[in-house]
């Protein structure tokens, strides 16, 4: 999303994540949002994107 310039609701990244997940325990939505928090800024109301401080530019 990120690339397309555009930002994801919290419901699009855990239906993107959880499948990644290796070791078969799920975490708590409260978990991911803790981590997303650290990584990235809420943009309205559900929406999310990545921090520009402290990333690399993906272009």
Partial sequence: MERDNKSSSFDDIVFNILPLLKNGTT?????????????????????????????????
């Fill in 27 to 59: 975490p708590e939505n409260q978990t991911i949002l803790s981590v997303l928090e650290d990584i990235a800024q809420r943009v309205g109301d559900d929406n999310w994107r990545l921090k520009q401080e402290g990333q690399l530019s993906l272009f």
